[in-house]
Nanobody
Framework: QVQLVETGGGLVQAGGSLRLSCAATGPTFSTSTMGWFRQAPGKEREFVTS????????YYAGSVKGRFTISRDNAKNTVYLQMNNLKPEDTAVYYC??????????????????WGQGTQVTVSS
């Protein structure tokens, strides 16, 4: 059974930075595609970014490309989301997700069977 635990959320001013971490337990982390999604109040959950398990190929939503960076450390079973130049519209609950796979091209929440509990990110203007 895969379990995911996100940490690192908080309150930050616009233009600031935060780094989220997602620690995974279970036997398949090193062969799993990892994704980050977010859900703002009153909105549907949306894809943010994903990373493949092998060579670390990544994919980003247009709204975060150039500001957010996903990375992973397979030795630590952890995936990270570095968020720079944060904007108020980035305010949301951020979720880590996992699925078996060899590429990062999974963009829908139904593509991922495993989810963390989420961590709140609030960006003040």
């Amino acid at each position: 059974q895969v379990q995911l635990v996100e940490t690192g959320g908080g309150l930050v001013q616009a233009g600031g930075s935060l780094r989220l971490s997602c620690a995974a337990t279970g036997p398949t982390f090193s062969t799993s595609t990892m994704g980050w999604f977010r859900q703002a109040p009153g909105k549907e959950r949306e894809f943010v970014t994903s990373i493949s398990w092998s060579v670390g190929n990544t994919y980003y939503a247009g709204s975060v490309k150039g500001r957010f960076t996903i990375s992973r450390d397979n030795a630590k079973n952890t995936v990270y989301l570095q968020m720079n130049n944060l904007k108020p519209e980035d305010t949301a609950v951020y979720y880590c997700a996992s699925r078996l796979g060899s590429d990062p091209y999974y963009f829908q929440d139904y593509d991922y069977p495993y989810w963390g509990q989420g961590t709140q990110v609030t960006v003040s203007s």
